[in-house]
């Protein structure tokens, strides 16, 4: 089998930039699975995602890596350009906020859980308490492992194990109300300081 790396990535709203990463694994050449995984973002953020996504938001870049199943090393790499922009008309989250996918596997340990952060919802989708609504994250849940179970036909998502050269299959799907944080995603956004004289 072939290990490949997929990447999708665009634009935040304070000159950010966001990235999420999914892993798959199956004998197609780096053409066919990154091909399926453009088909996999674009019908999952036009569907479903976009119209929660603030209009500042969008997915510009997709990337695959095919690595070396002995090291895990990049052997060749393939990208495309998307353009995938959110439609919501709810406020912009801070940029450290993030949508969590979560991947299981079958494997009942912590080695059988990955997560993918993606860019927040706009404020239309949060209950007063700052949570997910729970209609809406059983859409992104829902509308995601459909896309995996297509993608399947091409390329199987799966939990890479870098220290181990091993994978585990995706089976189940989760989103939770609770958001979560990429602290690293404003790293390149320039702080602009207010002061008082003490």
Known sequence: MTIFRHRLSGPGAAGDVWTTTLHSQSASTLANAHTAFVTLVSGFIT???APMWPNDISANSVITDQLDATTGKN????SSTVS???TGAGATLPGRDALVIGLRTASSTRRGRGRMFWPAPD????????LLLSADATALASAFAARLNTFKSVSIGCIWHDDLKSFDNIVTVTVGNVLGTQRR???????SYASATV
């Open 123 to 130: 404020s239309t989708h949060l209950t007063a308490s700052g």
């Open 75 to 78: 052997v060749s790499q393939t």
């Open 47 to 49: 569907t479903t995602l």
């Open 185 to 191: 995603r404003t790293n390149k956004v320039v702080t």
């Open 84 to 86: 995938l922009p959110g």
